[in-house]
């Protein structure tokens, strides 16, 4: 019921930005958190940073001060602004939306993922 696009992935070099940005679409009712995860190679997924529909974020403490999410409510978008990029950012990165899709009905979704490689 909730498709997510992400877009903005791509190859950089360390020290350098890039800017993740996921557009929610679909039928559901409101959407309560969007924000965006990472899996590199081998390892689990982990979140990267979250924001509330109020506005309340949660960031990995792995990319404080260096990224930033900011979210449209109105447009149902989120981004993420990614600086001083590491070679140890380099995952795919996800999408995520938890969502209210019916009374008393949540759900979490997932966009497709998108590449970001930094170099060394």
């Known amino acids: 019921q909730v498709q997510l696009v992400e877009s903005g992935g791509g190859l950089v070099q360390a020290g350098g930005s890039l800017r993740l940005s996921c557009a929610a679409s679909?039928?559901?009712?409101?959407?309560?958190?969007m924000g965006w995860y990472r899996q590199a190679p081998g390892k689990q997924r982990e979140l990267v940073a979250a924001?509330?529909?109020?506005?309340?974020?949660n960031y990995a403490d792995s990319v404080k001060g260096r990224c930033t999410i900011s979210r449209a409510n109105a447009k149902n978008t989120v981004d993420l602004q990614m600086n001083s990029l590491k070679p140890e950012d380099t995952a795919v990165y996800y999408c995520?939306?938890?969502?209210?899709?019916?009374?008393?009905?949540?759900?979490?979704?997932w966009g497709q993922g998108t590449q970001v490689t930094v170099s060394s």
């Open positions: 679909g039928s559901f009712f409101s959407i309560n958190s």
């Open positions: 924001m509330a529909r109020g506005g309340v974020t």
């Open positions: 995520n939306a938890v969502a209210a899709i019916g009374l008393g009905v949540i759900r979490t979704y």
